[in-house]
């Protein structure tokens, strides 16, 4: 039998027509702002969860949420240290762009008089315009003062710790036990570390419980793994892992993400909530090695491959594709004016904002990368430049590390990252035109972000609080 040529236009019209409105109609869902949670741990590894390779660290709760959504295999943090990562993350900017590559130190410490500039908007700041409950849970690490923390930049609740939890009291410092906030009223100080997991994760899922008939935005900035060299975790988790306290942490962070999941489920939330997993740095280097970032290379704290490209998965059931995978260069910074998008929120045009909008890649094909670069910072300087698959590490001098380090030559190299995840074959001598190209492109982030004592265009203050004073004494 014939089949007649207007028949088979007729059937291959109304294909491509079911095709753009089923699109049409996802997109129209993604315009009905979702619920987001976005959950932060502090220090984990690319390798230190199952759906990234590892087999010491049980996380079914983890390859649940990749099977129903999508992996992300080249996020980056803009920094491999929290502070820095944090600050970028809720501003859409590189951390040097807004003066928090370095304070008092790597990382904002206790008491410290510097913090995010007010003058910033927000991740949560930006939702409240579109009429989101905002909240946040965990640890915040961008000022301790009042005009820091996080009721002052945008979030309607905190319960958390404002800094690492590792800064405890010690010898010639005038850090105070480390405190469980509640907005900005200590409620237990020094608080119990191990049960931190459990106690934040049971008030954020009352909370979404609380919040369910509006549009809400939950920070979970895990205290775990953390920076202690002896991680907590709960009894329940105690002694549970193949890997010590490390592994026993992570496997308490995946139950925490599944009792979030099952409130979603019970309260009917599940298809109107976006999930964000990830982390803020790279795994650092520990004696005993605890975390890994393999397969790729380097630790956390610094500008390696496995201290600044960090795990993701974003799962939102009917509209991210499920059991999938997206190789395209992310970052951290995307956030905001990817949510901004999503919700319509208009992105503030009086600042550069370094971040893109990556919903192709999100809920599309992940066909192509939005960045022409990408720039990886230490403290001051600038030591790195990826370009697609290409990273041109500078020909710089390091500064010393330690009381007693000496600034140390490092010379250029080039890697192939699709090729070469883990750096092991050094082509530079094969390639100068992308050498030339990368350099250039360095040389864009100096004229505008700077570069150790090179001064920026585009830079912009960190806020400072004249007079600090210990949380417990305010």
């Known amino acids: 039998m014939k089949i007649k040529p207007f028949l088979i236009l007729s059937v291959t019209l109304c294909c491509y027509l079911g095709q753009n409105v089923n699109s049409l109609f996802a997109k129209a869902e993604r315009t009905s702002r979702p619920n987001i949670i976005f959950i932060f741990c502090d220090n984990l590894g690319y390798g230190d969860i199952e759906p990234f390779g590892s087999t010491l660290h049980r996380t079914p709760h983890l390859n649940q949420l990749a099977k129903?959504?999508?992996?992300?295999?080249?996020?980056?943090s803009a920094s491999g240290v929290c502070t820095p990562s944090r600050a970028a993350l809720m501003t859409g900017c590189y951390p040097k762009r807004i003066s928090m590559t370095m304070t008092d130190g790597w990382v904002l410490r206790p008491v410290s008089q510097f913090g995010l500039n007010p003058k910033e908007v927000t991740i949560a700041e930006l939702l409240k315009q579109a009429g989101y409950a905002t909240s946040i849970f965990g640890k915040w690490h961008l000022g301790d003062q009042p005009e820091f923390?996080?009721?002052?930049q945008g979030f309607d609740y905190f319960m958390g710790i404002p800094y690492s939890d590792d800064m405890t009291?010690?010898?010639?410092?005038?850090?105070?036990?480390?405190?469980?906030?509640?907005n900005d009223r200590v409620i237990e100080a020094p608080c119990d570390r191990d049960m931190l997991a459990q106690r934040l994760t049971k008030a954020a899922c009352e909370w979404i419980v609380e919040k369910k008939e509006e549009p809400f935005f939950l920070y979970f900035p895990q205290c775990m793994p953390g920076s202690t060299r002896a991680p907590f975790a709960s009894e329940a988790f105690r002694g549970k892992s193949k890997n010590g306290p490390w592994g026993d942490s992570i496997e308490e962070l995946d139950w925490s993400l599944g009792e979030m999941v099952r409130t979603l489920k019970e309260?009917?939330?599940?298809?109107?909530?976006?999930?964000?997993?990830?982390?803020d740095n790279g795994a650092p280097r520990r004696n005993p090695i605890q975390g890994t970032n393999k397969p790729l290379a380097g630790w956390g704290y610094t500008t390696s491959e496995g201290g600044m490209r960090v795990p993701c998965i974003m799962s939102w059931p009917g509209q991210i594709e499920a059991n999938s995978e997206c190789a395209e260069l992310c970052t951290m910074m995307d956030f905001l004016p990817t949510f901004a998008a999503m919700t319509k929120?208009?992105?503030?045009?009086?600042?550069?904002?370094?971040?893109?909008d990556i919903e192709s890649l999100i809920f599309e094909g992940c066909d192509k990368s939005p960045y022409e670069a990408f720039y990886y910072y230490q403290k001051y300087q600038l030591q790195a430049v990826r370009s697609g698959p290409w990273k041109l590490n500078l020909d710089i001098v390091l500064p010393p590390q330690g009381k007693n380090g000496k600034r140390r030559p490092r010379p250029a190299s080039l890697y192939n990252l699709v090729d070469d995840p883990t750096e092991l074959k050094n082509v530079i001598a094969e390639h100068p035109e992308i050498v030339a190209r990368l350099n250039k492109l360095a040389n864009k982030a100096r004229k505008t972000m700077g570069d150790l004592d090179q001064k920026g265009t585009e830079v912009r203050p960190h806020g400072v609080h004249k007079n600090p004073k210990p949380i417990l004494k305010r």
């Open 345 to 356: 929120t208009p992105v503030p045009k009086e600042r550069i904002i370094d971040g893109k």
């Open 68 to 76: 129903e959504g999508r992996k992300f295999t080249h996020c980056y």
């Open 149 to 152: 923390l996080p009721n002052a």
């Open 169 to 182: 009291p010690r010898a010639g410092q005038n850090w105070p036990p480390l405190p469980l906030m509640e």
């Open 267 to 279: 309260n009917g939330l599940t298809e109107k909530t976006l999930i964000v997993w990830t982390s």
